[in-house]
Every structure is written in structure tokens, then in C-alpha cells.
């Protein structure tokens, strides 16, 4: 069972990964990209106090830790990242995969958007994706928000799909609710360096990149699950 | 108990709790892969996974 989950993992996690790396190159990277010459462009002084320390903070960074350099190393290391994420990602849905296994290569899909429900849109619904130079609230509370949101999407949204008992399902919907009833940390000011537009832009080629990602692991991997014998 | 039967429940861990643990284990596993990517505070793994995080809405910065 081990060896069918990693099979099944690593192959679906590498080939939606290089999925992942190909929309992000010609869709989301070159916005990252112009979003950063604002970034870069912008006068310290200028600036108010949250956008100032995003971007002062950006500039400690590059001085003091090794960075990719952009072109082919800032890409492949872009496509560790993913690899990681994506077989991250996939261990899950083989692992849950092990204790219910999809009776049809399609309903690995439903799968696959369940996961971006949870690992996507409910966590962007409080703090959108963003661009390189927005402000933010502290990195901290917005990564405890964000995995709280997380967990809470997972539970409510298994209590919705597989709890027989009606109370059980409504806290789900609960559970589904909570987090944006609690709200996402937001920044005191909310401002950023790129143009709106440029940032709408970032939001949809975002939200689509993931729900393709998602959509291609959950098919993959229960695609490949169901060919591995387990053994 | 024919044959096939009695292998199937050696290669595969026929409990429950068995099974389980195999999940839970590879879940773990999984989640420690996305936080090492996506949420690490390492600043060389962050610079790395730039584009990754920012792609797939972690925060970021």
C-alpha cells in the first residue's frame, strides 16, 4: 500500500507539477515579472508605511540570502517549488485515496476540486493572491489564518459530502463558514505598488492556474491509483 | 482460504488501523512537503519558491 501511494504520488505530483511550471511561465510569471518592475521602481520615501516596509523588507532579503537569478535558474528553481508542492499535494490525495479508493478516474476529479476548494479559493476568499509589493498583514497571523481556513474547509466540506446524519452536515457548513465570519488579517492600509488592473489580472490567472493544477492532479492521481495493483 | 486471498492480505495491511496509519502517514508527509515550500521561514527557500508562492496564493512576505 506504501508503494502504491508513492507511485502514485510521485508520478501524478511530477507530471501536474510540469503542468503547473508550463500556465505559470506564460500566464502568471510574466505579471510577477511586470509587477516587480513597479516593485523595484518604487521611491522608499513615497510610499506608506505598509507598502514602504514590504518593499524594504524585499530589499534586505535579496542582500542577504541566495536568490535565483531571473531567466532559466529563477524557472527551475520555480519548478522545484512546484515539484514539492505538487507531490506534497498528491501524497494527500493518495492517502485518502488508500481508505476510499475512487471507483472511476473521474471522480478523482472531484477530489481534485475539493482540493482546490480547500487549498485555494476558500483561503483566497480573505486574502486574495497577490503581487509582489502589496501590502499585507503580518506574514504570521495571515499563514495561521490561512492553514486555520485550510483545515476548517477539509473537515467542513468531508462532514457536507460523507456525514449521513443531517447535524453532522450542517456543521460542516459551519465549520465552512467560520473562518470568513472570523475574517482574514488585513493590513492597515490597503495599497499596492502594481496597477489594479495588473493585480485583477494576477487574481484570475491565479485562481485558473490552480483550478487546472488541481483539476489534472485529482485525475492523475486517481487515474494512477487505479492502475498501480496494490502490492 | 485460496491462495490469491491469502497474499492479497500479506502484501496489503488488511486492519483498519493499519490503514490508517499508512494515510495519516503519507498525509503528513505531504503537508511537511507544502509548508517546506510554501510556508518555510528559510529565506533561501523562500527566494527559491518565490514564484510558487505567490502562483498559488500562499502568503507571501
Same mark, same amino acid.
Given at each position: 500500500m506504501i508503494t502504491r501511494i508513492a507511485r502514485t504520488a510521485g508520478f501524478s505530483g511530477l507530471l501536474a507539477a510540469l503542468l503547473l511550471t508550463l500556465l505559470q511561465s506564460f500566464w502568471v510569471a510574466p505579471l510577477i515579472l511586470q509587477a516587480e518592475t513597479y516593485e523595484s521602481a518604487a521611491p522608499a520615501a513615497g510610499h506608506h508605511a505598509e507598502g514602504e516596509a514590504v518593499a524594504a523588507h524585499e530589499h534586505e532579503h535579496s542582500a542577504e540570502a541566495w536568490e535565483p537569478e531571473d531567466g532559466w535558474q529563477r524557472v527551475l528553481s520555480t519548478t522545484g517549488g512546484n515539484l514539492v508542492v505538487a507531490v506534497g499535494f498528491a501524497l494527500i490525495l493518495a492517502a485518502l485515496y488508500s481508505l476510499r479508493a475512487p471507483g472511476?478516474? =473521474? =471522480?478523482g476529479a472531484w477530489w481534485g476540486l475539493a482540493g482546490f476548494a480547500v487549498f485555494c479559493l476558500a483561503p483566497t476568499l480573505g486574502l486574495p493572491p497577490e503581487l509582489p509589493g502589496t501590502a499585507a498583514a503580518d506574514l504570521g497571523l495571515r499563514q495561521n489564518w490561512w492553514v486555520g481556513t485550510a483545515a476548517a474547509t477539509a473537515v467542513g466540506l468531508a462532514l457536507l459530502v460523507f456525514a449521513r446524519h443531517w447535524l453532522l452536515k450542517v456543521l460542516g457548513a459551519v465549520l465552512l463558514a467560520i473562518p470568513h465570519v472570523i475574517g482574514a488579517p488585513q493590513p492597515e492600509v490597503h495599497e499596492s505598488l502594481a496597477p489594479a488592473a495588473l493585480e485583477t489580472q494576477f487574481k484570475i490567472a491565479s485562481w485558473l492556474t490552480n483550478a487546472a493544477f488541481w483539476l489534472a492532479l485529482g485525475l492523475l492521481s486517481a487515474w494512477l491509483y487505479r492502475r498501480s495493483s496494490d502490492a | 482460504m485460496p491462495i490469491s486471498t491469502a497474499k492479497h492480505s500479506i502484501a496489503t495491511p488488511a486492519t483498519l488501523s493499519q490503514r490508517l496509519m499508512v494515510a495519516i502517514g503519507a498525509s503528513v508527509l505531504g503537508l511537511s512537503l507544502v509548508y517546506f515550500a510554501g510556508f518555510s521561514h528559510i529565506e533561501a527557500v523562500h527566494n527559491a519558491a518565490h514564484d510558487t508562492r505567490h502562483s498559488a496564493a500562499f502568503p507571501c512576505h
Open positions: 472511476r478516474v =473521474s =471522480s | -
